[in-house]
Structure formats: C-alpha cells, structure tokens
C-alpha cells in the first residue's frame, strides 16, 4: 500500500501569515494514464471533510484562491497564502492512483 | 445542492451485521462513482470502499475485504455498506462521498457505527 507522511503534524500560524504543508509519498503518484490522483481536504471539527485541491493543483469549485497545491511524483505541498480564522482544522492529503486508496495522517493547523 | 444522507449506523455486538445506506439528491448519482470512508473517534480519516457508477468497477481496503460490501441502487439514488462480521475496531463514523477526479467532492455528515459487546 501506499504510505502518505504529512509534515508538519501541528502548525501554529498567525492570522495573515501563511502556512505550508507536506505530502510525501512512499511511491510515485503518476498514473499510467498520466494523470496525478493527490487530493487535500480540510476538515474542522465536527464536520465531514471538504475537498481543497483535487489531482496535485486544481481547486475545487468555491475554495478560496488563497489555497494551492504542487508538486509531483512523490512530493507535495498545500500552501495558504494568507490564513484565516476559517481556516483552521486538520488538513489532509489523500491519494487514489493505485487502490487501496490511502490518506495522509493529517496536519493540524490552529491559530497562535 | 448536493446532498448526501447516511443512515444505519448504531450500536453492533463482535461478529454482527449492519447495513448502511446513503440516499443522494441534487445531482444524477447514476453518473457518479461514490466512496465509503470512515474516521474511528479521535483519529484520521480510512477509505473503505469504491463504486463505479454502473457498479462495475469495485475496490475495498484490505481491512473490511471479505466482510464488507458496497452496493448501490441507482434507481433509488442509494449507495449501501453490507457490514458483517464487525470487529471492535470497525467503530468509526462512516461518511459517504461522492468521486470527482480521485477524491471525495462532497460528503455526507454521516453515521455513527459502534461495536461493543
């Protein structure tokens, strides 16, 4: 299976400062059919997860554009370019390439 | 507005059954491939399961292989979870979610499943 490592598992930020966080992948992410199947999702407390990004650096429709996603192969990142009060929760990345799909173990961000 | 509704979900002795069920609305569920996930209290998030939406293509994690399985109705804009042989370690809240591009676009607030003796 493959192993999703998220970095940092706690990320205090200030409001208006931005945050980045990792998605490091035990295998390569590259489908065979060329697309790159790494998803991010938010998810605050007592409420179901939101997709962000969807395949490396798409916006899901209604997200912020303060929210981006790159990367490739095996090395990703989720950066907010300014945060908000909104913002905070557990983010996580995800990965359907090869099934069994697997999730990252998830990246707390709250407000200093 | 999409809506994803789970329900099913309770209070389920070792080595019973449950049988969850997630009605959809505000969009054509049989265009969609739909996703189980489920999330045990105070930890991540688990992909269960997959469905291609004419039910063709199916995929389960390791963890429920052989004792879960996914289903739908797209004449009833239903997905379904057959849960038998639950463990202790099968309770989570489970969460359906709708596929787009290899994540889970919209999501249901879903339904609580314990197993406990």
């Known amino acids: 299976d493959i192993v999703l490592t998220q970095t940092p598992l706690s990320s205090p930020v200030t409001l208006g400062q931005p945050a980045s966080i990792s998605c490091r992948s035990s295998q390569s992410l590259l489908h065979s059919d060329g697309n790159t199947y790494l998803s991010w999702l938010h998810q605050r407390p007592g409420q179901p997860p939101r997709l962000l990004i969807y395949?490396?650096?798409n916006r899901f429709s209604g997200v912020p554009d303060r929210f981006s996603g790159s990367g490739a192969g095996t090395d990703f990142t989720l950066n907010i370019s300014r945060v908000e009060a909104e913002d905070v929760g557990i983010y996580y990345c995800m990965q359907a390439t090869q099934s069994p799909r697997t999730f990252g173990g998830g990246t707390k961000v709250e407000i200093k | 507005e999409v809506q994803l509704v789970e329900s099913g979900g309770g209070l389920a002795q070792p080595g019973g059954s449950l049988r969850l069920s997630c009605v959809a609305s505000?969009?054509?569920?049989?265009?969609?491939?739909m996703n189980w996930v489920r999330q045990a209290p105070g930890m991540g998030l688990e992909w269960v399961s997959y469905i291609t939406a004419s039910s063709g293509i199916i995929y389960y994690a390791d963890s429920v292989r052989g004792r879960f399985t996914i289903s739908r109705d797209n004449a009833k804009n239903s997905l379904y979870l057959q849960m038998d042989s639950l463990r202790v370690e099968d309770t989570a809240v489970y969460y359906c979610a709708r596929e787009v591009w290899g994540s889970g676009s919209s999501w249901g607030q879903g339904t609580l499943v314990t197993v406990s003796s």
């Open positions: 395949k490396i650096s």
């Open positions: 505000g969009f054509t569920f049989s265009s969609y491939s």
